[in-house]
């Protein structure tokens, strides 16, 4: 398991946060996301398998956002409704070369 570096560039009003290169087993570095009130995932390069997005209030106990709800194949968007703190991707079965990308609006 490798926990994946993330990417994040911040604007005005929204942050785009990247997690790429991942592969089965692996999960995201977590991001603070408590300023944003809108998160868009969407897989844009790569397999990703049943990978899942997850969150926290305190950055150590994660738990499944949106009911168990798998990160989409690349092209379909996964918005999400559940809040928390930190979140990250966590790479299930049959990811590889996975690359996330999520869009934290204000």
Same mark, same amino acid.
């Not at 490798?2 to 990417?7: F, N, Q, R």
């Not at 798998?70 to 379909?76: D, E, L, M, V």
């Given at each position: 398991m490798? $926990? $994946?570096?993330? =990417?994040i560039l911040v604007f005005a009003d929204?942050?785009?946060i990247t997690w790429a290169a991942a592969a089965n087993g692996d999960t995201g570095r977590a991001v603070d996301v408590s300023k944003y009130t809108d998160i868009n995932v969407?897989? /844009?390069a790569g397999t990703i398998g049943t990978? /899942? @997005?997850q969150g926290? @209030?305190?950055g150590t106990t994660w738990g499944a956002l949106g009911a168990g @709800? /798998?990160?989409?194949? =690349?092209?379909?968007v996964l918005s999400l409704t559940t809040r928390a703190k930190f979140i990250r991707p966590n790479f299930g079965a049959g990811a590889t070369g996975a690359v $996330?990308?999520?869009i934290a609006t204000r």
């Open positions: 490798v $926990v $994946v570096e993330s =990417t929204y942050a785009d969407q897989c /844009t990978s /899942t @997005m926290s @209030m305190d @709800m /798998t990160i989409p194949a =690349t092209n379909g $996330v990308q999520a």
